[in-house]
């Protein structure tokens, strides 16, 4: 299944976009379900398009506006539209408002359309398109100067068909695949392990630990015993090499931009694809 208008709506961190390409020629050739426990932006689900899918996230409110955009995608248009249109000349202070309007209903747990359609403006209205939030749980990423459209309408239209017959989930990755199965596909984009101890990494609140690291290592391994098709990638680490080495593991290191570091110059890296077939 192949769709040209369909691709993220969101910009995200460790989006795999770039890498497309390269998770595509390394697919298993054919696989029953898709599960993708880390889908973010969901670069690589809306290039597979598979038609039997569980999407997961742990970020409740990105959860949300791909559960919006999916019931109820002329509403969700509306909404995001008004936004863009309502701009004040002051775009910086319009931004403010709508950040501290998008955290009041975080706080307390407004997940609708509206908190969607505020979700889509900042991140497209936000430096560097960053999902951060602070100790509180609270969105605190500045404005960057920009006065551009939230969304493409077409595109939300044919991602709103596409995800009806999807599953989507906003729980733990584990939990997300519970149900993967012998011949199933799971992709697994795991939350970057830190480069540095000072390096942004976490998009949740939760954070994800070293611990987090060596349960997701330890599915791994249970998926490929289940008979499961697995990629995963990551940084290019001691400690991911650690978790994944010597298991029998397919490891390739490919090179990757860093769209999201302070310094620009630092923003070539190396990542791994990890596959256990």
Not at 162 to 185: P, V, W
Not at 204 to 216: A, M, N, P, Q, V
């Amino acid at each position: 299944m192949s769709n040209s208008n369909i691709a993220p709506f969101v910009k995200w961190a460790g989006g795999k976009r770039q890498l497309l390409s390269q998770i595509k020629e390394r697919m298993p050739e054919k696989y029953n379900n898709y599960f993708e426990p880390f889908v973010g932006g969901g670069a690589v689900t809306f290039e597979l398009l598979p038609e039997k899918a569980l999407i997961n996230d742990i970020n409740k409110a990105l959860i949300n506006a791909y559960k919006q955009i999916c019931d109820v995608p002329d509403v969700f248009l509306k909404a995001v539209n008004k936004l863009d249109e309502e701009m004040w000349e002051d775009g910086k202070k319009y931004y403010y408002s709508l950040r501290e309007h998008y955290n009041d209903k975080l706080m307390k747990s407004e997940y609708d359309v509206e908190l969607a359609a505020l979700f889509v403006f900042i991140n497209k209205h936000c430096f560097n398109g960053l999902y951060r939030v602070n100790g509180k749980g609270l969105f605190n990423v500045p404005y960057n100067n920009s006065r551009r459209a939230s969304v493409d309408e077409g595109a939300i239209v044919e991602i709103s068909k596409y995800l009806q017959g999807i599953t989507i989930t906003d729980g733990d990755f584990e939990e997300a695949c519970k149900e993967a199965k012998k011949n199933d596909f799971v992709f697994i984009d795991s939350p970057y392990a830190p480069l540095n101890p000072t390096s942004f990494e976490s998009y949740t609140k939760e954070g994800f630990d070293i611990e987090s690291h060596k349960r997701l290592a330890k599915l791994y391994d249970e998926l490929t015993e289940r008979g499961c098709y697995c990629m995963l990638t990551n940084h290019n680490t001691d400690l991911i090499n650690e978790l994944y080495g010597n298991k029998g593991y397919k490891i390739d290191v490919v090179s990757v931009k860093r769209m999201i570091n302070s310094d620009a110059s630092n923003r070539v890296g190396e990542e791994v694809i990890i596959c256990n077939y």
